[in-house]
């Protein structure tokens, strides 16, 4: 079965243009028309598309230290994403190129940024650090070059023969290869 074919069997074909399933294509439209340059001068506002996003794809939940802060605990992030070293992130299309691989240390660099931004709020919460889920699903929402690690994702990953025990440098390049042979694959049978 096609990635497309699944989707659409999990979904239904007319998800209609609320629901909240859309709200990640809302956030990373968002993202990539302002890109890194516009987002320092719009923060507040890229920080609201950022929550209402992760609010809708259940990350403030009870047990989320999110749930416990306005929009504006997202800023950190915003200024980190928008960082000029990660500009190549940006660019790519994540499994596209050979050269990809090339991008590895600049994702886990953006996944230690983004638990160090939230450090302040998880301590005064006395909460545990930003999980896998939170930090995948932003990435996601932003600049794109990693899946969400949810429950869906993890199992569905699982299911295919790939392992899966936290977020490091080994998963991040199981991603890429799988991406990267989805994308051949589509290439060939055009």
Aim: one cysteine or more.
């Amino acid at each position: 079965m096609s990635i497309h074919r699944a989707i659409v069997a999990y979904y239904g074909n007319d998800l209609g243009k609320h629901h909240r399933y859309r709200s990640w294509e809302h956030c990373y439209s968002y993202f990539q028309r302002i890109k890194p340059d516009g987002l320092v001068a719009n923060r507040d506002q890229a920080a609201l598309q950022l929550a209402f996003y992760l609010a809708s794809w259940g990350m403030y939940r009870g047990s989320s230290f999110l749930l416990q802060y306005a929009y504006t605990v997202h800023r950190r992030v915003i200024d980190l994403v928008a960082e000029t070293c990660f500009d190549d992130l940006w660019k790519a299309n994540f499994g596209e190129s050979e050269t990809d691989g090339q991008l590895i240390p600049q994702v886990s660099e953006l996944i230690t940024g983004i638990r160090q931004a939230y450090e302040p709020f998880v301590a005064a919460n006395r909460s545990a650090q930003p999980t896998d889920t939170l930090i995948t699903k932003i990435i996601l929402g932003t600049c794109c070059c990693l899946p969400a690690c949810d429950r869906y994702f993890v199992d569905g990953f699982k299911s295919e023969g790939f392992k899966y025990s936290y977020l490091n440098d080994y998963f991040i390049e199981r991603v890429l290869g799988f991406a990267s042979s989805i994308f051949q694959n589509s290439v060939r049978n055009r």
